[in-house]
């Protein structure tokens, strides 16, 4: 058969997942939304950000919430310079796991830099979240890290 | 089953077979790009459907954008009267660790493996973002390509790789596709030249990706009589493992695979000497954790076929690691080889297949 | 929220919309069954191993698992085997209810698709009931089953119910 007789179509395939959190990513979320970081205490006292609600390392429960960041470093990252579509930046930006003050996990977001040299590895940044009545309880709340000092 | 992992029953990879691998199958749909590999691999050793006791396949809804696809591939193999199936939400390497399974457990004496999927159909930038945890990291989506940055970043931090050697990676297994036939990316382009290629996402420059690839592969199992009917040669899979570590990708060392470690160490890679290992990684310096993690010294042959660089059909790249790993041991090109499959974002889930010839 | 004056209460819930684009085909087979319909005809494939008549083919036999090559115009009309009376309302429905749910048995097919019954009140629908295609305007024909407008009674005696027993 000719390619030509070989149909091809347009498709969109959408699912309007709605999660229940639970409590302890439920109560990430909730601190999110005020401007905030906490995370979970784990095996060995290891406090675990973003945090999920048994430890991965054992499978343990977790156990009390506790405050961490704004501030912490990159623990590594990747210059992104064509985002795409659906990237939480429209401009050049680094996906970075940062590692914030008081925790012993990294978590996944954008950071807002001006070029790659701006950035290294072990190099500290900031929250910025975004307008508070923005703000709905995702990790969307948090526009993107930026270094500290304001380099971005 | 021994606690151990390694086999108790014998089981033979009988046959492999794997379509032409191809960056976009513009014609066919599944069942019609399956048939003449599932076709090939009952011809290779001259048996039929009616041969085997049990069918597993590998596939992912995801990548068609359509339900149930593994139902309607099924058409390709033909399941009347109704047979024993099973299918993965994986590569199709953990399809064949089911099947094996089942004959560890005496239930079936020979098995129909086989996997499919069209990388083609869609932005797997967007797809592979599904397979991340749902609460913290998909609903960034970040891309695939981005987060291996990630670990190859981590890799080069932490002193154990550098983009030359990424580059040289990339090089040899594009090289060495030249003799696959079956394979999509065949050159050979010095790693000096490859360093020349643009980033995709820094540290990774294009020729540190694997291709998009449209494709499928099959593999027929058998113990026992059937093994030695179907086989002058037969490769016998002597110890088969998986593991996997914690969705959150922020918890783990990614420089390291102790999973990988942990299957390897089950599986008794180490028990003899390892002549040539099919690994599955899709990114260049992947490749480095793996062989690490599998113990491997600089004696070891690594994907001879040219590996998922020149070739990485989503959902049968891992199968196809053990059916080239059994093809050198059946052509008499190696005694003893272990063939390693991968699942998820950068490592998170992996499989060691140990294989030697009779 | 930051100012203390919270009236939200703790996060419970998160929407997580997925959007993915695809480029579909339905493969060589299913796009001449497609094509035929532009043409206003029904065109199957039969498998080489059992003889069987598929419509529409997807390419290869599910009984032998062999590819299917011999392309076969069927009739344009067939025997209902069994049907279904719809009466519920649900989001997207185009049809006014009560309608009929039908599968069609084709004359030289050996599988049966589902169409839609018109021209008939639905306490006369029977098993074993000859209908045959209503098609669009033939400048509205399209490479889709929606050039087949519904199916009706084609005025002939009921099939016998050995003709088509095996297809239920
Ligand atoms: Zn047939």
Not at chain 1, 44 to 67: A, H, Q
Request: hydrophobic content about 45%; overall charge negative.
């Amino acid at each position: 058969m000719a390619e030509s007789e070989v149909l091809h179509a347009e498709h969109r395939l959408e699912y309007p997942y709605a999660r229940s959190t639970g409590p302890i990513i439920g109560a990430f979320l909730t601190a999110l939304r005020e401007g905030r970081f906490v995370g979970a205490t784990g095996s060995e006292g290891k406090v675990i950000v973003p945090p999920t609600e048994y430890d991965p390392l054992t499978g343990d429960d977790v156990g009390e919430l506790v405050e961490v960041g704004p501030g912490g470093v990159i623990d590594s990252w990747a210059w992104v310079s064509h985002p795409l579509r659906k990237h939480p930046l429209q401009v050049p930006f680094a996906w970075a796991l940062v590692r914030l003050d008081g925790a012993d996990t990294a978590m996944l977001h954008a950071v807002a830099a001006p070029g790659p040299e701006a950035l290294a590895t072990g190099a500290r940044v900031t929250a910025k979240f975004c307008p508070e009545a923005e703000r709905v309880g995702s990790m969307a709340d948090l526009e993107s890290f930026v270094l500290e000092g304001g380099a971005a | 089953m021994s606690a151990a992992g390694r086999t108790v029953r014998p089981v033979s990879i009988a046959s492999f077979a794997q379509s032409q691998n191809v960056r976009k199958d513009n014609e066919r749909n599944e069942a019609e790009g399956l048939q003449p590999v599932i076709a090939e691999v009952f011809a290779n050793v001259g048996i039929t459907k009616d041969d085997v006791d049990f069918i597993c396949s590998g596939s992912t809804d995801y990548l068609i954008g359509g339900p149930f696809s593994f139902v309607m591939a099924l058409d390709a193999v033909g399941v009347w009267p109704p047979r024993a199936e099973s299918h993965v939400e994986m590569d199709g390497a953990w399809a064949l660790y089911e099947a094996w399974v089942l004959f560890q457990e005496g239930e079936i004496d020979a098995a129909l493996v086989y996997a499919f999927g069209r990388s083609s159909l869609g932005d797997l930038n967007e797809i592979l973002t599904l397979q991340l945890d749902p609460y913290y990291e998909a609903p960034l989506w970040p891309d695939i390509v981005s987060l291996n940055a990630l670990q190859a970043r981590a890799m080069i931090d932490a002193g154990k790789a550098t983009e030359a050697d990424f580059a040289a990676i990339a090089s040899r297994s594009r090289r060495d596709a030249l003799s696959n036939p079956k394979a999509q990316v065949r050159h050979d382009v010095a790693p000096d030249v490859l360093l020349e290629d643009d980033y995709v996402v820094a540290p990774l420059r294009r020729h540190a990706l694997p291709p998009i690839t449209d494709g499928a592969a099959a593999i027929v199992l058998a113990a026992g009589d059937k093994a030695l009917q179907w086989s002058e040669r037969p490769v016998w899979i002597t110890g088969f493992d998986h593991r996997m570590e914690t969705h959150s990708l922020g918890a783990r060392d990614l420089t390291v695979s102790p999973s990988t470690a942990k299957a390897a160490e089950v599986a008794g890679v180490a028990d003899g000497n390892v002549d040539i290992a099919e690994i599955h990684a899709p990114f260049a310096h992947q490749e480095l954790i793996i062989a690490e993690a599998l113990g491997l010294d600089d004696s070891v042959a690594v994907n001879p076929s040219g590996g998922p660089l020149a070739a990485n059909p989503l959902m049968s790249a891992g199968l196809i690691r053990i059916g080239e790993a059994a093809s050198r041991i059946r052509a008499g090109q190696a005694d003893r080889a272990v063939a390693h499959a991968t699942s998820g974002p950068c490592l998170q889930q992996n499989l060691v297949c140990v294989l030697e010839g009779a | 929220m930051a100012d203390g004056t919270t009236d939200q209460g703790p996060v419970t819930m998160l929407a997580t919309p997925i959007s993915l684009d695809f480029e579909f085909t339905p493969g060589v087979a299913q796009s001449k069954f497609l094509r035929g319909l532009e043409r206003g005809e029904f065109l199957g494939q039969r498998c080489g191993t059992c003889g069987q008549v598929y419509v529409p083919s997807r390419g290869t036999c599910p009984t032998d698992g062999v590819a299917t090559t011999e392309d076969v115009v069927l009739g344009n009309s067939g025997t209902v085997t069994t049907y279904c009376v719809v009466n519920v309302p649900f989001a997207g429905q185009a049809i006014e209810i009560p309608y009929i749910c039908a599968q069609i048995l084709l004359d030289g097919a050996n599988l049966s698709f589902m169409g839609l019954l018109q021209e008939i009140p639905t306490d006369q629908i029977r098993m074993g009931m000859r209908v045959e295609a209503v098609w669009v305007d033939e400048a509205e024909l399209i490479p889709s089953l929606a050039s087949v407008k519904y199916f009706r009674p084609n005025g002939e005696p009921d099939a016998d119910y050995d003709t088509y027993k095996e297809y239920l």
